[in-house]
């Protein structure tokens, strides 16, 4: 194995020295073929008593003026313009050597610079030939090379597997370097999921050796190893995208997942975008069984297109008005899919406040966990005091701005709702001052919160924003479409205009979607008890790219 792999070693070094060879000299050839008509030698820079100046000049100058004005400046001067490209003119000079610096201060002002080829020997002409001579030579030994590579094909799967095992090897004596020994002992630590403990001490029973496993101190980091069901699971990509769970963190995914997953639907709505997104995802995941990040991510886009197909029946969009557009257009019957709940082209307003509805719900769902850990770390009463209040408070105020149109008198418990809680922040919130006054005035303060949990529900209008934009575009492409009436070209062009239409407009939402989705969980949702910042657990197995281990233990 060892001598194949280094036969592969040295013939693709050969193969990488021949392509940057054959780089090399093409970059050769394109920088002498505007010189081709120079029919004096590159190497000719100067006679006895004549200098050749060459070089370049930009497109924008006029030759026939540069010439006029030179002839005014200096009339033993002999310029030759060589080729012309959209960039720049190719000019070569003759002038006595005596007169060559002011022939350059001349040039200096029409943006000249000098182009030289010392290191060439003839014409340009020959030169290029010389090159393409050489570029058959490389091919050749190019295609040996490959050749000799190809002869070793049939060594390809007994060196991945050996790198493999050069691999394996690598991080088994990566962690044996770094841990204590003697002659006869060793000693090393490290961490274990809490689900291996038992599998891990029946392993280590059947030797001879001292162990001990206990739980990591009070305060104590260690790291993040997510564990969730098989829907939430493949949503820690998004959770890992922002950052993991610091170990005194609660992981956020299982809380996460189904927001994203409803928001990612109701901002791309659609039945038909949402049908082609599971279908193409579900495919890929049968047919090329990925691994690792792109297959949890590709069931990301799974569950998120069957959200996306739900809304689109909630909303009657299959391709925004495709099939109407087409019904009318083939047959002229006006054809409609209704909405199983509205047509947010025709009731935006609904929609903004389910939008809001939804949002107050998402971040009371935040609010909630962060209720839940200051409990756990047996912290009830701030629990009480910085969450619970201000639940009561925000209901409040939307019982007395809103109570009345749902439950008549409403409106009377949600302003009572609001001053009584008004007063329990003003009375708690400063609670950490030892002063009575600063107490009061941080408890006053407290209370311009409100604004943020206002910006907060107000960014939840995105869901509409976006819910429309797509709706609009699909919209306007029917439209584009039908313009071309009852006929053969109008079909055609329907049909084109769908196709492309429709894909730009599934690629584009889509994508603003999926960026939104997670803009809503990392802003407005983890802000609300997340902190991040943990270390993933990086367990010592067997990392091999080209052979897969079916299962291991860790």
Not at 196 to 201: A, I
């Amino acid at each position: 194995v060892f001598e194949n792999v280094a036969k592969v070693l040295e013939l693709n070094k050969s193969l990488s020295e021949l392509c940057t060879e054959e780089n090399k000299i093409e970059a050769g050839i394109l920088s002498l073929k505007p010189w081709c008509g120079y029919d004096i030698p590159l190497n000719m820079t100067e006679t006895k008593y004549t200098s050749i100046i060459m070089g370049v000049i930009p497109n924008i100058v006029e030759m026939d003026e540069l010439k006029s004005q030179l002839l005014q400046t200096n009339d033993r001067c002999l310029v030759n313009l060589i080729d012309s490209d959209k960039d720049q003119h190719y000019c070569s000079f003759i002038c006595l050597t005596e007169e060559k610096e002011d022939i350059l201060e001349f040039l200096k002002q029409y943006g000249f610079s000098a182009v030289t080829f010392k290191e060439l020997r003839g014409t340009a002409a020959d030169n290029i030939t010389q090159y393409e001579n050489s570029l058959k030579d490389i091919s050749a030994k190019r295609d040996m090379v490959e050749d000799s590579i190809r002869e070793l094909v049939t060594y390809k799967e007994e060196i991945q597997l050996f790198y493999d095992h050069l691999i394996i090897e690598r991080d088994k004596y990566n962690i044996l370097s770094n841990m204590l020994k003697t002659d006869t002992t060793f000693y090393i630590e490290g961490w274990i999921p809490e689900a291996n403990k038992e599998s891990v001490q029946e392993v280590l029973d059947e030797y001879q050796c001292w162990y001990d496993i206990k739980p990591p101190e009070e305060g104590e980091e260690f790291p993040i190893l997510m564990n969730n069901n098989s829907f939430v699971q493949p949503f820690e990509t998004i959770t890992e995208l922002y950052s993991l769970p610091s170990s005194s963190n609660i992981d956020p995914t299982v809380f996460m997942a189904p927001f994203y997953c409803a928001f990612f639907g109701l901002m791309l709505a659609d039945l038909g975008y949402g049908a082609i997104m599971s279908i193409l995802c579900f495919f890929v995941l049968k047919k090329f069984k990925p691994e690792g990040g792109m297959q949890r991510l590709l069931k990301v886009f799974l569950y998120c297109g069957i959200s996306t197909a739900f809304w689109g029946v909630m909303f009657g969009s299959m391709f925004g008005d495709a099939i109407p557009a087409a019904a009318k257009l083939l047959f002229n019957s006006d054809f409609t899919i209704k909405p199983l709940w509205l047509n947010p082209m025709e009731e935006p307003m609904t929609l903004l406040i389910f939008s809001f509805v939804f949002g107050v719900i998402h971040l009371f769902t935040g609010m909630a966990v962060n209720a839940y850990m200051l409990i756990r770390d047996g912290k009830t009463l701030d629990a009480i005091f910085d969450i619970g209040f201000w639940y009561g408070f925000i209901i409040g105020i939307a019982l007395w701005l809103f109570g009345n149109i749902i439950i008549p008198g409403s409106d009377i418990v949600g302003k009572w709702m609001t001053i009584v809680f008004a007063i329990g922040l003003v009375l708690t919130q400063g609670r950490a001052k030892t002063n009575v006054i600063s107490r009061l005035t941080s408890g006053v303060l407290s209370l311009y919160d409100i604004t943020g949990y206002l910006s907060d529900i107000l960014s939840y209008s995105r869901l509409l924003a976006l819910g429309l934009a797509t709706g609009v575009v699909s919209s306007v492409v029917s439209i584009l479409g039908s313009m071309g009436g009852r006929n053969i070209f109008g079909i055609l062009l329907f049909v084109v205009a769908m196709t492309i239409g429709h894909s730009f407009n599934f690629a584009i939402n889509a994508l603003g979607a999926f960026v939104h989705a997670a803009r809503l969980q990392y802003v407005e949702f983890f802000g609300k008890f997340y902190e991040g910042g943990g270390e993933a657990f990086n367990p010592l197995i067997k990392k091999t790219k080209y052979y897969k281990i079916i299962k291991e233990d860790i």
